[in-house]
């Protein structure tokens, strides 16, 4: 049916009044898109962005270039609409979540925040495992069920966890198969001997769970709880047909874990951006996802999401608004 | 005075709540218009597509895979708003003008439509002249004249012409000094005899105006109409300090001969994206412009452009909404 689906689609794409191909890569989206959303006319209706946001036990090593303290303070600025998430959602109304998956500091309840608290951040990954396997499970658990509980068929992936980019990387490289190394980067701005020192830290991580090699254990191994929950969220909206929009680094991350388990899910996702973080490059890569934009972005948050957003509307409106040679009369190629 | 706007806009930037530099090519982008523009809170106002229309003599040697006919067709089909850049202009709320600097075949009067007809189309290239000095001297007044009485504080460039990437082409080769095989493509669609048969006849059309070496004797030599009316809307629109939104090859040429003429002109520009006709990327480095986009397009009509322009509308929200490390209480870089 897919296929049926898929044939139809490029026969629309073909017939627009353009020369064949001549939209490029935004055709290749509007048949993802088609396809996901089992539609010749697809609408994107409710766009959902689920940021979400944990601490992480390893940043007292010194892996990031600011405090843990800028999680919570940057939860504040996501809800009080001045981040850089808040504005670019704004801008193409989408809806904003955020949700409390472990952060160190308590959030009074307020309109846009969701309470999902596994702890107040995970155990430092560098003494034993970031997670236990209960709280790994429960906060997949929490991304399914949040996710069920949105409206809308798309779903953006954005995060925030001061040292979530040394998950990442440790996630790509237990599970890729490729030397740390090459999966470290500078994150939100280390300077090179930071790096360094980063390099160093998580190349030590990676040997004290020598044997966490299945995805789950790799999770739990590794933190943190955002993650967690953004692979139960990836895990959910694609068993319910949603197009997935994935960021950065982090939340390519968390659709590497989910593919892992479910190898179907990549069909459902749209990568926004290839970012500036080295090792981002070398996942979508083996995620066999081509990033839209290429604006060497390095934030996160679902920055680069929301900035890709309206590319998607665009294939949407192509399919839908487009006449067709016929229809125009509009001579076709010699 | 610019260069302290610039400093202040990099300033405001380098405060915002994230780290410095992580919005990347956006805060590059945000910095450009800003300077354009003049303030530290730019806001977009009236965004105004122009799509130049007209037609080629050197159409009849057989450079483009669609007969000339196609020209008035997609007139017709932009003012339907069936064509690609009718949907996204729509989209993006840009207001769409189509101007009629010389097509092969009439149009009624109609909203939307502006008629600055030069002739039915250029005189063959091969032959001689594509243009007389006047018509060329023309169609510039006229580029200039249509913006003028736009509203609005940015330009989107827009064109139609069956065979003006070879237009395109010419120009960049003489302009730039680059060889004519380097600069061709395959256009709307030219199979590999196709492009071989469009090369040749490409380096004899400059063979025979190897004097026309001056960027407006080059224009009038190898049209057209609609490439010399954006070189006016171009040189008019930098001169009122509007934003400048440049799509394709075609576009981009127009761009080379403008700023061949007034250097300046290129600081108003930004470069929507990067065609997959070769000789853009050659273009867009010889006027010293990075594109927004790289998506394979190859249709013209503005339809870069105006996929690029909610960029420029968060380059403009970043600067104006995002909080400041001090506004929203986040702490700084280590």
Not at 49 to 78: I, K
Request: glycine share 12%; hydrophobic share 50%; proline share 4%.
């Amino acid at each position: 049916a897919d296929a049926a689906l898929a044939a139809r689609l490029q026969a629309a794409l073909d017939n627009k009044t353009k020369p064949v191909g001549a939209l490029g890569r935004l055709e290749a989206l509007a048949l993802r898109i088609g396809t996901i959303l089992g539609t010749e006319q697809p609408v994107l209706g409710a766009p959902q962005m689920l940021v979400c946001a944990g601490d992480h036990g390893l940043a007292a090593r010194g892996v990031s270039a600011y405090p843990s303290d800028v999680t919570w303070q940057m939860v504040e600025n996501f809800l009080a609409g001045g981040a850089a998430v808040s504005v670019l959602a704004r801008q193409h109304g989408l809806a904003l979540t955020v949700v409390d998956c472990g952060v160190r500091r308590d959030f009074q309840p307020r309109p846009g925040l969701v309470s999902r608290r596994i702890a107040a951040g995970t155990a430092d990954a560098s003494a034993g495992p970031a997670m236990t396997p209960e709280q790994c499970a429960q906060a997949i658990a929490n991304g399914r069920e949040v996710v069920r509980a949105l409206p809308g068929n798309a779903l953006l992936l954005g995060e925030m966890g001061i040292g979530n980019s040394s998950s990442a990387a440790l996630l790509l490289s237990r599970l890729a198969g490729l030397d740390i190394g090459l999966c470290t980067g500078a994150g939100t701005g280390l300077d090179a001997d930071g790096l360094a020192r980063k390099r160093e830290v998580l190349r030590e991580v990676l040997a004290l769970h020598a044997g966490a090699t299945a995805p789950l254990e790799a999770l739990a191994a590794f933190g943190g709880f955002e993650v967690a929950t953004l692979v139960g969220a990836v895990l959910q909206a694609a068993q319910e047909r949603r197009v997935i929009v994935v960021d950065g680094f982090i939340a390519s991350a968390a659709v590497l874990v989910a593919q892992a388990i479910r190898p179907q899910v990549t069909q459902r996702c749209v990568a926004a951006h290839s970012s500036a973080e080295p090792g981002h490059t070398l996942l979508l890569k083996h995620l066999g996802l081509e990033p839209l934009l290429n604006l060497d972005l390095r934030l996160g948050e679902g920055s680069g999401g929301a900035l890709a957003w309206p590319l998607l509307e665009s294939a949407c409106r192509i399919l839908r608004e487009m006449a067709s040679f016929e229809s125009a009369g509009v001579s076709r190629q010699q």
